[in-house]
Structures are given as C-alpha cells and as structure tokens.
T-cell receptor, first 114, second 113 residues
Framework: KQEVTQIPAALSVPEGENLVLNCSFT??????LQWFRQDPGKGLTSLLLIQSSQREQTSGRLNASLDKSSGRSTLYIAASQPGDSATYLC?????????????WGLGTSLAVNP | ETGVTQTPRHLVMGMTNKKSLKCEQHLGHNAMYWYKQSAKKPLELMFV???????ENNSVPSRFSPECPNSSHLFLHLHTLQPEDSALYLC????????????FGPGTRLTVT
C-alpha cells in the first residue's frame, strides 16, 4: 500500500533563506508526483508535476526533484519570501491499478519570517 | 469566472439540516472530484465523476449525495450530518478521469453543530 510522508511537518525560516521540503513514498511504481501549495483555509494550487520519467521540474524559484528508486522527492525554494508562507503538499499517482487516485502526504507548514 | 469555483465558501449547519455544496469548472474538463480535508489527515477522495458518470465512491456515508448534471457542474448534497463531518470540502477537475493534473477550487469550510 502506497504511503506518502512529508518531513518536516513544520518549518520556520528567515526571509532570503534557501530551503528544502521532503516527500517520501513507499512504492516506487508511480506515474507522476505533484507538489501543491495551500494557503490557510484555501484550496490547492498546483506548483509542479513531475512525470515518472523525469528527474526534475523547475518553475521560477521552485525546483522539484524526483528519485523514484529511493522513493523521494524534494521541493527546493530559493531565496524564500514571506509570501511563500503556506502549507506544501506532495501527492503521488500510482502507476498501476486505479491511477486516478492521488495518494497524499500531510504537508509541510512553512513560515517565512520577514 | 475562471478555473474552479465553489459556493458557499463557508457553511454552518445543524445535524438535521439539508444543504448543498456547488462546484463549477470553467476549464472545459470532463472529470470532477470531491475531496474532504480534515485536520491532521491526508486529503480523502470522496467521489469521482468522468463524463457525468460516477466512477468512484470511496465508501462515503449515504448522508453525502453527489450529483453531476453536466461536465461543468458538481454538487454535494448534505443531510443529517454529524459533527465529525466538519471539514474543508474541496472540488477539483481534470481533463478526464485519467492521470491528468487536477485543478482545485477554494473549498467550502463546513461546520456541523
């Protein structure tokens, strides 16, 4: 059974710091992996989607990497800003079976302090 | 309106009430989803509709009743809810029911008293 874990659960950093959020999954047979951002009480915004054949995806100050064999993905945020404060969620889509169903982590709550 | 919209944004209801949540997507997608997000739990997929047909029901109690009249609209009808049903209910859509990127609405914060 696929399980997704995100570490740390919460993170507080000063503005300008580069940081890494971690996502691990137990079954390497994935179709893709997606990183989302959620502001308090709000819906989810898709940040990056990495297909199983890809190693990384970049969007602005965000870079997501994928290492399927080790069951890990990282989200790197460069030069963090207070506006980056949010919860970051990782979701894995299994490669087999019902691949409509995303498997979710609990998220990392990020606070970037001015 | 663009993207995925949900109404109402906040809802407080008693256990004997009947209410409905509405979701509308303006992306030309053919699949729509209802998720429940509770504190300290991963997102829970409740229902999936693909081309207006329900393709997934993840053992959701019958007090939650979905309706999808067309590919752009999705409803969640609520009746005789329990306090533990209080949560953020999120709607999402995707190109179709395959492994495509899902786009989420802002959610409805539901409180059952």
């Amino acid at each position: 059974k696929q399980e997704v874990t995100q570490i740390p659960a919460a993170l507080s950093v000063p503005e300008g710091e580069n940081l890494v959020l971690n996502c691990s999954f137990t079954d390497s047979a994935i179709y893709n992996l997606q990183w989302f951002r959620q502001d308090p009480g709000k819906g989810l915004t898709s940040l990056l989607l990495i297909q199983s054949s890809q190693r990384e995806q970049t969007s602005g100050r965000l870079n997501a990497s994928l290492d399927k064999s080790s069951g890990r993905s990282t989200l790197y945020i460069a030069a963090s800003q207070p506006g980056d404060s949010a919860t970051y969620l990782c979701a894995v889509r299994p490669h087999t079976g019902n691949n409509r169903k995303l498997i979710w982590g609990l998220g990392t709550s990020l606070a970037v302090n001015p | 309106e663009t993207g995925v919209t949900q109404t109402p944004r906040h809802l407080v209801m008693g256990m004997t009430n009947k209410k409905s949540l509405k979701c509308e997507q303006h992306l030309g997608h053919n699949a729509m989803y209802w998720y429940k997000q509770s504190a300290k739990k991963p997102l829970e997929l409740m229902f999936v509709y693909n081309f207006k047909e329900q393709t997934e029901n993840n053992s959701v109690p019958s007090r939650f009743s979905p309706e999808c009249p067309n590919s752009s609209h999705l409803f969640l009808h609520l009746h005789t809810l329990q306090p533990e049903d209080s949560a953020l209910y999120l709607c999402a859509s995707s190109q179709d029911g395959g492994p495509y990127e899902q786009y989420f609405g802002p959610g409805t914060r539901l409180t059952v008293t």
